[in-house]
């Protein structure tokens, strides 16, 4: 079954920082690739999202992700956070045949300190 | 912009009870889905719809089910509400087509309380 893995539970950097957050996927097929962002009492939005070409995907709010396939991984990077950063973000992954179903990974709480 | 629109924030309910928690989208989406999402567990998916009057089951679509009887509403129903069904509801939607391309569109959540 198609799995996505989310190492990093809460992690907190303080402002300027640098972030990275793993994520890693099970399915060994072809895939799309999401990171979605939860800021507090808001609703689920989208970061970035990868379907093919240059690795490197560049989101909103200065956020990046690359795709390395042979790792299985689409680890989320930005360079320096921001307070207004602090949010639960999620990965997830869709196959790119048949259902629109996307298996997200468990989520990574986020904390700025300014 | 796209607009999925939940009808409750916050809902308490019985064991027992019947609950429906109702969602419409206003951009015309073929797709729509819905999640429960709690803590260490993300996001899981109940259940999602193609086209009106279809529906398909998710992960975990046991002590639920759907209705999709106009394309921009899709309503989920717990028959007999459980405290296990203690959970935040997220309904989505994205455009038709090959879907897989498109990205989900999400409401702002349901809190549902069974006691």
């Known amino acids: 079954a198609q799995s996505v893995s989310q190492h990093n539970h809460h992690v907190i950097l303080s402002e300027a920082a640098s972030l990275e957050l793993g994520c890693n996927y099970s399915?060994?097929?072809?895939?799309?690739l999401f990171w979605y962002v939860q800021y507090p009492g808001q609703h689920l939005q989208l970061l970035l999202k990868?379907?093919?070409?240059?690795?490197l995907v560049k989101g909103i709010k200065g956020f990046e992700a690359e795709f390395i396939k042979s790792k299985f991984s689409f680890n989320l990077r930005k360079p320096s956070v921001q307070w207004s950063d602090t949010a639960e973000y999620f990965c997830?992954?869709?196959?790119?045949?048949?259902?629109?179903?996307?298996?997200f990974g468990t989520g990574t709480r986020l904390t700025v300190i300014p | 912009d796209v607009k999925v629109t939940q009808s409750s924030r916050y809902l308490v309910k019985r064991t027992g009870e019947k609950v429906f928690l109702e969602c419409v989208q206003d951009?015309?989406?073929?797709?729509m889905f819905w999640y429960r999402q709690d803590p260490g567990l993300g996001l899981r998916l109940i259940y999602f719809?193609?086209?009106?009057?279809?529906?398909e089951k998710g992960d975990i679509p046991e002590g639920y089910s759907v209705s999709r009887e106009k394309k921009e509403r899709f309503s989920l129903i717990l028959e007999s509400a459980s405290t296990n069904q203690t959970s935040m509801y997220l309904c989505?939607?994205?455009?038709?087509?090959?879907?897989?391309?498109?990205?989900?569109?999400f409401g702002p959540g349901t809190r549902l309380t069974v006691t």
């Open positions: 719809s193609y086209d009106v009057k279809m529906k």
């Open positions: 997830a992954v869709t196959k790119r045949t048949g259902a629109n179903n996307l298996f």
């Open positions: 951009m015309d989406h073929e797709n």
């Open positions: 989505a939607s994205s455009p038709g087509g090959p879907a897989s391309d498109y990205e989900q569109y």
């Open positions: 990868y379907f093919s070409g240059d690795p």
């Open positions: 399915y060994g097929g072809t895939v799309n």
